[in-house]
């Protein structure tokens, strides 16, 4: 990845937080999360540090998904019905993905300020963070989310709110522009148009599709538990303990290999691109 300009917003906090949660809530199993732990050990033995690192903050994460889920190598030792687990999950994922793309919107200003784009900023952005939350705030209002679930009733709180932000949005998405053509001449009002007009087909996108993507950190896991109640069924046959271990070693590859994929896809595109902009350069000092 290019590195970022200077005076920007680094990711690298926000990408260190999310890869680990989302890889945790899609592969969360106890008996997984010690393979990565073990993995993670013999990286850092190898003296692939960096790597090491990664994969032991990301077990750490595995292993406290599958403490809350309760799974170990697919065995389910404790924790809720299934379908309220997983019907519980989805809401949580769609709810939890609507404010990471506010959040990225709010970068997404906090780079135009930090590079001295004020006017951009609050013309034309800061408006599009408004609408984003009043058109995420509607989809989610669509979805029957089971809000007598601890934490979820408190996060839907600004959902509340989706038909003042509306009128808000939508006023402050035709004034900004206006505002900052006079400003700089109606010569520019093309520019800001045309600026205005991706910034709207972005949030659209944002509070629609993207938003919906982050189901897929509740699907994985519920693909889990359908491969796991497979392999289960292989104790009930002669050798079965034997043939289970090795079907577990198979799923834990290829879910640890889609997990990996989908939490890169949820970071790169649903997030970064939002407000991350490779414009800087890595420095290399001088050798004398």
């Known amino acids: 990845m290019v590195p970022p300009r200077p005076a920007s917003c680094r990711p690298s906090p926000l990408v260190a937080f999310l890869f680990p949660f989302f890889f945790g809530w899609m592969y969360g199993d106890v008996g997984y999360g010690l393979l ?156 800001i148009g045309n600026e205005m007009a991706l910034a709207l087909i972005e949030v659209f996108i944002s509070a629609t599709a993207n938003i919906l993507s982050f189901a897929r950190l509740e699907i994985v896991h519920i693909a889990h538990g359908f491969f796991s109640a497979s392999a289960k069924a292989l104790l009930g046959i002669p050798g079965g303990i034997a043939l289970y271990i ?14 990996t994929i989908q939490s890169l896809r949820l970071i790169y595109y649903e997030t970064l691109s939002k407000f991350y902009r490779g414009a800087g350069r890595l420095f290399e000092p001088q050798s004398l």
């Open 36 to 191: 990565l732990l073990l993995m993670a050990l013999v990286l850092m033995r190898l003296g692939k540090r960096d790597w090491g690192l990664i994969w032991l903050m990301t077990s750490f994460a595995v292993i406290a998904f599958g403490l809350y889920y309760g799974d170990f190598f697919g065995i389910r030792l404790w924790g809720n019905g299934v379908e309220y687990t997983y019907m519980t999950g989805i809401a949580a994922a769609l709810l939890f993905g609507f404010y990471i793309m506010l959040i990225a919107f709010l970068l997404k200003i906090a780079n135009l300020i930090l590079a001295g784009e004020i006017d951009a900023a609050l013309g034309v952005y800061a408006p599009i963070a408004v609408l984003y939350a009043a058109i995420g705030s509607l989809t989610l209002r669509l979805i029957n989310m089971p809000l007598d679930v601890p934490g979820l009733g408190l996060l839907l709180g600004i959902t509340n709110y989706a038909r003042e932000l509306l009128y808000v949005g939508s006023a402050w998405v035709m004034a900004g522009p206006i505002a900052v053509g006079l400003r700089y001449g109606l010569s520019h009002m093309r520019v």
């Open 246 to 259: 090795v079907v577990q070693l198979l799923i834990a590859a290829f879910e640890g290999f889609l997990t």
